[in-house]
């Protein structure tokens, strides 16, 4: 008991935090700094209490006596959960700037950022369907306000009501998989439906085939696959720049996060249908994203594009893992992680140049940003090198990875296509770099704004290289492979099906 | 002594980037140059001493124990590891203790060379780092490591070629030697690949490959042996990749001293030697790569006898120098190849620092015809310079004697009469053309001597003193029982050496044909150039042939530069424009068009999208029946 | 006649349909919320259907947790409804594509 409300004590401390910052909210006097250090100082707590555990608890499931089975505690939810965690804190440390800058923000915005943390985290403990829905809906719904959290911009509160409408109408479809699903077994325990189909091989099966196609619905909708992508770039555009960056980069990893629990367990026996499904997904949203991104002229929308892409290339992975790529699983976690650094660092600089008094928003107006802010602008050389999948930056190790456990599985082709695809994007990256750095401007070069978000920009495009280059260079600094074995070992965790 | 190994290979490197940045981030020009003269000097010659403790204690065991330093893992596959690993046996020792020692004089001497220039910091930099590249390129204890430093080193060339990178022909020259070098590294690089191939599972450090080599075939072995012999080619200037050392020879002086005559260029030979085990299992490569030396040798020394600059001279011998070298390894006498390596390090360093010693005298003054009767006004370089002289025409007892006599009484002995006669043939041109240079610049009257001579510094004499020491001692510690030595240098190294036996009569009389043809070099010199110098050969198409160094440069532009600039500009107009970039540009336009449109279902309307969803799981749902059905 | 589990799951089905067919078709904003309440609570049918066909009562707990989702999500709604049309005096959908390509 003692020891569950240890392993429970990080939600525990997350959930707290959203209340206290929901609580002292009503007080005008507060200033938003504070909010934001609050916040920060919670999350952080949470992250060390969760680091401490990330290996010494293997499958424990969460108070069973109360809960049942419903949370499981392993090694692949710990380290989703410091995902998490260090995604919100890096988004709330990176937008600093930017909260002072604009009026609209007040202690409930961070509140409720944490309330989609705890949602997330909860996310990738649940091991039963209504749970993860659940918890999917606190940290979508905590999200939907965020998007459309500046009142007074058009925009932004069209792109909450896209996201909630079609959230909510692609969210159904994973309750009604989970009612068929409780409709042919009878409960809805992610292990109970792995014994069932164990079992019973042949008993409705359609029914369970389809209401499984019915969950893949709705996380394909979330990751923004085609043809599921049209919510995608909108709200990417209409959401303020923190909500973006914490769209793109951690929510996306929290639905990663149950889908491939359920994806490793539950789909076991369907593999040779998924794969086939997810081929043609794969092939249709890497060819679209980067129609999308290539057209785009605004910068977030082309990210946005983007960020359709990459899910691309993570349905490859999915894929390859039905039809016996061994590491490919791994490949998935590693990419995220290497997705959440890129992004994190170019939508972090894009909000940190939108928090000064200049916007920029489209391509044209980074026309000669290197002579106005060299550092900056090399940064942003870095991530879109690594968003490109450029050697010797982190992005290229993983769509390496990704690539290669394509081949192994045997899908040439979409291994193919997927490199064409690297190329394509190549234009749509590289036509920023050229833009920064072959065009005058009349600018007053500008000197680097040292402060708390820019030193953490910093740090992501270190962290970009260094896990592009180091291979544990330098003694007892983790290197890649560090990451690439805790990913492996996090897959291990719940690979073994102790039911 | 693994730490002190470790030191060895790092510290350069860690100078070289201490100076670099500091160079890079002093814009002001605010940092001394005593700065960078008190690092730049005091890393070598921590690291000679350093390298001189490894000798010594390898020397107090026996031969076979070696130093072995781990630095870390660098990349592991399975059970498969490559580790940045340095071993020091005596071979390696050897060579890290005279690159370091000659290295620190140079860099001594560089100092001075250099004071004042724009770009000192920058040079000193680059120095280090070659250091630290040349002792990593020994060191390495396995190919791949080797390979590290063996392009580190070119860079290094490269970068110091062009040193003074605003005049055109300097830019020409560096590019010259990367790409010449490029094409030898090709093919070392090839032959390493092979060899990796061939050892399987066995691990790739030099010891497992030694261990190993018997398991492999003949047929591999040669195609290895000749694909690594074509990358010592490159870096070592031989026939037929020769062609950048004579223009390399753009850079500071100091540079041609240490890269371009005293350490880089013998990479090579030391490779070769390195893999002795492998060259054994295969004489006829070995043969191969002994007639390409003496040819190299001969070809060399021919044109060295024709030039007008002496730098150009210096790196001719050089190259004929190398060419004796790998007729030593060629012919499976690794110690005494790289025992020629060690004392033609002394007397080709102190050649060269004497050459710029002049050159900087007399304003930078390269043409040789220019000089005359330097004697009196540079004594002390004359000496030296007479002393590298005598040592590299092979006059006992100077060091070059000893060395040279070991290859060429090696090639008598193993029959191959024909290279032993181009062999000697060379050291009669070698010591003609080295008087020729030395009565020219410092004994003949040129009667346009009047050029004002500039004082020169302590640092750039001093190091020839030590030097000019070396080069007349250095000889006995290889000289064998005929000459009353042991044979120090050979039981030393301990190479799997061809062993011949011969009796101190034939000893004799080879060493006696050496020193006579020498003379004869000499006295012919002396007759044409002591006192007004002309060249003989009255023949003059062949003259122009020599001066033109017979036309291979000329040679290879026609049959390489031009072709390849003509198919380059076939695909660059036909190829690459019409046919490439013309699909590249029609499926860009499709590209762009079809996404146009596709966007343009992005309007914005929320039940649009809604729509877009359900007909997704529409068709999604269509897939599954079909799957289904085909199940 | 007796009812048996096949007619509510066929209710459910036809409710699904209703709300499918209100997200697509209903220009009001208000309805569109109506559209997916029908869509949540035609699964919660199926719940408690099913429930009640295996004689187990989690299906029904579900049913409440997804009501409460439900609600939740058309509070979120309803408030932006509201702000909206403060802002613009109409709740019609097609006044709402300003962003778009």
Redesign the interface.
Known sequence: MIEDILLALPLAIVVLGAIVLMLISHFPTVSLKKYNLIAVFFLVCAFILKLTQLDDSNHIYLFEPLFNKMFVIDTFSNLFDLLFLAGAIVTLLINTHYFQERDYYNGEFFSLLLFSVFGMMMLSHANEL?TA??SL?IAS?SV??LV?YN?NS??S??????Y???G???S??F??G???I??VV???FIGDIYSFIQNNPTKEI?ML??AL?FI??TIL?KIGA???H??V??VY??APYPITMFMAATFKIAVFAIFLRLYLIDFTHFY??FS??LQ??AVVTLI?G???A???NNLK?MLAGSSIVHAGYLLIALSSIGLGAEFAAPAIVFYLMSYFLSAVGAFGILSFIAAQRRRRATFDDFKGFSQERPYLAAMMTIFMLSLAGFPSTIGFLAKFYIFLSAIESGQIFLAGLGITVAF?SI?YYFKLIALMYFYPTDEEPKKFPFGISSSVIFLMALLTIWGGVG???I?FLPGVDTLVETAKEAINSISVKPY | MSTLLLLVVFLPFLSALVLGLTYLFDTHKRVNEKFYTILGVAVPILVTILSFVIVLDLMSHSSTTVVTAVA??W?SIDSFHIDLAFVADPLSAVMISFITFIGTLIHIYAAAYMSSDQGFGKFFSYFNLFLGSMLLLVLASNPIIMFIGWELVGLVSYLLIGFYNKEYENVTAANKAFIVNRVGDFGFIIGLGILFVAMGDNGFTFADIKENIYAIDNHTLTLVGIFLFIGAMGKSAQIPLYVWLPDAMAGPTPVSALIHAATMVTAGVYMVARFSFLYNEIPQVGEFIAIIGVSSALFAAIIASYQSDIKKILAYSTMSQLGYMFVAVGLGAYSAGIFHVFTHAFFKALLFMGAGAVIIALHHEQNIFKMGSLKKALPLVYITMFIATLAISGIPPFAGFFSKDAILNHAFMSEHYTIWVLGVITAFLTAFYMFRMLFIVFVADMKNNHIEHKALSKALTYPLIVLAIGATFAGFLGANEAYGGSDLFKSFISLNDINYSISHSTEYMLGFVNVLVSLLGVTLAYKYFRTSPQEPLPNKRVRTLIINKFYVDELYDRLFVQNLRSLSNFFNKTVDEKLIDGFINNV?HL??Y???K??S??N?K?Q???I??L???S???L??IY??EV? | MEITLNHY?VL?TIL?AI??IG?MRRKN?LM?FFA?EI??NS?NI??AA?SHY?G?L??QM?AF??IA?AA??VA??LG?LV??YK?NGSIDLDM??????
Request: aromatic share 14%.
């Open positions: 209504v829905f659940i809906e719904i939907y306000i459309g009142k058009l925009k509160s069209e792109a909450m009501l896209t909630i409408v079609l909510a109408l692609s159904t479809f309750i009604l989970t009612a068929l409780y409709g009878g409960s809805t359609t085939i389809v196609m893949m619905v909708f085609v043809p599921f049209s919510w770039i909108d555009q209409g040779d249908i086939k499904i043609v997904v679209g980067s129609w999308l290539i057209s785009q929308r394509i234009y291979t544990g260079w003694p | 870390f893992n990349l860009v590209n762009l079809v996404a146009s596709f966007t279902l992005q914005g929320i649009h999208y809604s877009y969803l007909s997704g799981v068709m999604m749902s897939l599954l799957i289904l199940r | 799951l459910s699904f709300g499918l997200v904003l569109l997916t869509l949540l699964v199926g719940f099913i295996y187990d989690t299906g579900f947790f997804i989702i939740s999500e979120v709604g932006l702000l909206w802002r709402m594509s300003t962003m778009k390509g």
